[in-house]
């Protein structure tokens, strides 16, 4: 397996379905499969059920991830319930690093759909990230490959990206 891992917002599943189709694998994303799995939306499930019974599932989907596939990670799965251990386990991971404003800037368009973060005015939102990234980076940085996509295209990113995948 190759598991993107990194930040809400950072684009994870953006680059993971591109790469999967360059190799040809089959793409999947936690959140989507956990959706599809309660026929509810993130924000639903986190309403209604709260985000432990969320990180349970998300526990549990990941560890019904086949053989071969791309995954893209929820930006809190390698967080909670071991889960970073399992995937370095299973497989690569690749943490999409990037900086603190640009996390920002693609968060305040569709911060709506993130029930961790959708009630934040800007100075929230930014502090939020600041605090939870140094967190995270943490458990984050114990990936396989850290690439940082500070200013990069994604076609630059997945230039980068290409390379380690070959060799798998
Ligand atoms: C979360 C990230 C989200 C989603 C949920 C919780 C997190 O995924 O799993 O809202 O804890 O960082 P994205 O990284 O795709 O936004």
Same mark, same amino acid.
């Given at each position: 397996m190759i598991y993107? +891992?990194?930040?809400?917002?950072?684009?994870?599943? /953006?680059?993971?379905? $591109?790469?999967?189709?360059?190799?040809?694998?089959?793409? *999947? #994303?936690? #959140?989507?499969? =956990?959706?599809?799995?309660?026929?509810?939306?993130?924000?639903? *499930?986190?309403? $209604?059920?709260?985000?432990?019974?969320?990180?349970?599932?998300?526990?549990?989907?990941?560890?019904?991830?086949?053989?071969?596939e791309?995954v893209?990670?929820?930006?809190?799965?390698? =967080?909670?319930?071991?889960?970073?251990?399992?995937?370095? &386990?299973t497989g690569?991971? +690749?943490?999409?690093? #990037?900086?603190?404003?640009?996390?920002? /800037?693609?968060?305040?368009? /569709? @911060?709506?759909?993130?029930?961790?973060? &959708?009630?934040?005015?800007?100075? $929230?939102? &930014? &502090?939020?990230?600041?605090? $939870?990234?140094?967190?995270?980076?943490?458990?984050?940085?114990?990936? /396989?490959?850290? =690439?940082? +996509? @500070?200013?990069?295209? +994604? @076609?630059?990113?997945?230039?980068?990206?290409?390379?380690?995948?070959?060799?798998?």
């Amino acid at each position: 397996m190759i598991y993107f +891992i990194g930040f809400m917002g950072v684009g994870k599943s /953006t680059i993971a379905k $591109e790469i999967a189709t360059k190799f040809n694998r089959k793409f *999947i #994303d936690t #959140d989507k499969i =956990i959706e599809g799995i309660e026929k509810k939306t993130i924000n639903n *499930i986190f309403k $209604e059920k709260g985000e432990e019974y969320f990180r349970e599932l998300e526990k549990k989907t990941l560890r019904k991830i086949k053989q071969n596939e791309i995954v893209a990670c929820g930006g809190g799965t390698p =967080i909670f319930n071991n889960n970073m251990e399992y995937i370095n &386990k299973t497989g690569i991971s +690749i943490y999409l690093k #990037d900086s603190i404003n640009s996390l920002l /800037t693609k968060l305040e368009n /569709t @911060q709506k759909k993130r029930p961790l973060i &959708k009630k934040l005015n800007r100075p $929230e939102l &930014k &502090k939020y990230i600041e605090l $939870e990234l140094i967190e995270r980076e943490k458990i984050y940085k114990t990936a /396989t490959y850290t =690439i940082n +996509i @500070q200013n990069k295209s +994604i @076609q630059e990113t997945l230039r980068e990206i290409n390379p380690l995948i070959s060799t798998f």
